[in-house]
């Protein structure tokens, strides 16, 4: 007895169908598609070479030529908007990816286990909860220098924790079910329950909790490169870019800070939009 | 009796949660491999002086353990070593810098307190209206504004537009020092309101559902004091809650903001001890942030039950 799956394609022709009603969610999702092909597709759809530096064309204004205007060193602000996206869309991937693998990974272990080792679970998220993850990074950075590695590792472990409460209530939830005693009786393993039946159920509310993370992680990241010590100009990266506009502002140049901090900011609204989208259509609460 | 006991409870939670934070701050010195002298003085001229006064400061020659001992027993006594930078005691540093983060950190959790509660509770009485929904729209977009974002836009705004703020420094004098702080504690506090609106608007909503507010209000309470006494009082545990995972939040996020407007406090000296390699600063800093976050959600933990006797009736039935 196989139920037809719809193919890839198939669902994602139907979603225009389903986004009816829900003009800003698919706004978000425009938002983000375009953003993210663009900086996959940067060498092809960038107008200029991002480091190019051109002499003649210091702050020049939006035109034809330069539709977003050029930088204090004459480089096409579109350009390094679209190149800055890589660093700036990479970082938070990362860390959402690393983050929430390890947080499965740890909240399934407590959640199934319990006892002693929930318990020491426990209170080493207690621990890193104190840890703010800005703080964190910034104190990777001081050990092992700027960019961005130490960083991604740093609020890879510090976002874990809360990837790994969320994991380890659901299952703990999950676990009293029935349908896991029906496995058991069968002669399943635990560890094959929880992995091939217990992960699949909750993964949808995690995947959200995710999403969300990705917003709250692009910030900070952006964030750091703007303290100059993530990204280092003159690499392109949105954080990076502000962080080197910031002398132009108080001479009245302020489309070259402008420019990036209104992407970071449509970039992380979009990103929110989707995830509480996502989070109330699955209809599990996420704890703040 | 049981409140002495819940206290003791609360309290060596808070002791063992610093204590494991504190090897955490200490040992990731460790995660360095290599010669740890070379590590601390990176950047810097090697002076047998300097190698000597490093490994004294640090207690380099002792094993592990006892470095730690050293440390702790120091930062007990409120000697945090001396900062690299600076050729200064780390405390000396962080008392000419405490100030202004002081007053940046209130004055936003004024803004956040304020903005948060008054939006929250206007969302919560005209739920499921156009007023609802444009607030909850208004609060997402602005939980979407990192600091670093607020910082430049209110700068080029208010500072170099219109010229009605001061877009570096902080002044001298209380006041001044307010008013210098005006455009800053804006810029921390947007990102945060959102947590706080959206917490208030969702605690009242369930309480404006429930039987005692129907009863309070058929009875012939006015709907001020029905709201003031019934609603707002019963949510006021979540919100407090919310607030206490904020405050390092705050401290944190105040090193961009400090970076922006060139604020000599906590959050730029963080910023530049890590710039300049200065490691018993940074050292300092995250411990600092880590116990004000820890001893914060501690007293609110603790408070609890005299804000909101319900969660204390509940402890004791189960």
């Known amino acids: 007895m196989t139920v037809p799956t719809p193919t890839l394609a198939v669902r994602v022709l139907r979603m225009p169908k389903r986004l009816r009603g829900r003009g800003i969610v698919f706004a978000s999702l425009a938002v983000l598609a375009v953003v993210t092909l663009a900086a996959i597709l940067a060498p092809w759809v960038a107008p200029y070479d991002p480091d190019a530096v051109d002499f003649t064309a210091f702050y020049a204004p939006p035109s034809p030529a330069h539709w977003l205007g050029t930088d204090s060193l004459g480089r096409d602000l579109l350009s390094r908007i679209v190149w800055g996206g890589r660093t700036a869309l990479l970082g938070p991937l990362l860390v959402v990816t690393f983050s929430t693998a390890l947080g499965i990974l740890l909240g399934l272990v407590a959640g199934w286990r319990g006892g002693w080792i929930d318990a020491v679970l426990g209170r080493v998220f207690d621990v890193l909860f104190a840890f703010p993850s800005l703080l964190i990074a910034m104190m990777a950075v001081a050990l092992f220098g700027k960019g961005l590695v130490a960083p991604v590792i740093a609020m890879s472990i510090s976002y874990a924790p809360f990837v790994a409460r969320l994991t380890r209530s659901l299952v703990a939830a999950e676990r009293t079910r029935p349908y896991v005693a029906a496995y058991r009786v069968q002669g399943f393993g635990g560890a094959w329950i929880a992995l091939r039946r217990v992960l699949p159920n909750i993964a949808p509310i995690v995947g959200a909790q995710s999403t969300l993370n990705f917003g709250y992680v692009l910030a900070e990241l952006a964030g750091l490169s703007f303290l100059g010590l993530g990204v280092q100009p003159p690499t392109a990266d949105w954080g990076a870019m502000i962080n080197e506009a910031q002398g132009g502002i108080a001479a009245g140049q302020f489309l070259p800070a402008i420019a990036p901090a209104v992407v970071v900011v449509l970039v992380v609204v979009a990103v929110n939009i989707v995830g509480e989208d996502l989070s109330d259509r699955i209809g599990g609460e996420i704890p703040a | ?318």
Do not use: C
Not at chain 2, 12 to 34: E, Q
Not at chain 2, 114 to 140: M, P, Q, Y
Not at chain 2, 250 to 269: C, D, H, K, P, R
């Open chain 2, 1 to 318: 009796m049981s409140t002495l006991r819940r206290v003791a409870g609360k309290l060596g939670g808070l002791l063992l949660t610093l204590f494991l934070a504190s090897l955490l701050v200490f040992f990731s010195r460790f995660l360095v491999p290599g010669d740890p002298v070379r590590f601390l003085l990176r950047g810097r001229k090697p002076s047998p002086e300097a190698i000597a006064d490093i490994t004294a400061q640090y207690g380099l020659d002792l094993p592990p353990w006892e470095q730690y001992v050293r440390w702790i027993a120091g930062v007990l006594h409120g000697d945090f070593g001396r900062s690299l930078q600076f050729r200064q005691s780390v405390t000396t540093v962080l008392g000419d810098r405490l100030p202004v983060t002081l007053m940046l950190v209130v004055m936003a959790g004024a803004i956040i307190a304020v903005a948060g509660l008054v939006g929250g509770a206007i969302a919560a009485l005209n739920k499921g209206r156009a007023v609802d929904r444009g607030i909850l729209i208004s609060l997402t977009v602005l939980g979407a504004i990192p600091s670093f974002v607020g910082s430049i836009v209110l700068i080029a705004v208010f500072s170099v537009q219109l010229g009605w703020f001061p877009s570096f420094g902080s002044g001298s004098g209380f006041w001044d020092m307010a008013y210098h702080l005006v455009l800053p504690s804006i810029a921390l506090a947007i990102v945060f309101i959102v947590l706080v609106g959206k917490v208030t608007r969702s605690a009242m909503v369930e309480q404006l559902n429930r039987e005692h507010v129907e009863v309070a209000t058929s009875r012939g309470v006015t709907r001020l004091a029905v709201i003031r006494r019934h609603v707002l009082r019963n949510s006021l545990g979540p919100i407090l809650t919310v607030s206490g995972v904020l405050v390092a939040g705050l401290i944190v996020a105040s090193s961009i903001v400090e970076q922006a407007f060139g604020l000599a406090g906590i959050g730029s000296l963080l910023v530049g001890s890590v710039d300049r390699l200065d490691f018993p600063v940074v050292q300092a800093i995250v411990l600092l942030v880590v116990t004000a976050f820890v001893v914060v959600n501690a007293i609110i933990d603790i408070l609890e039950p005299w804000i909101d006797p319900r969660s204390a009736a509940g402890a004791g039935a189960r």
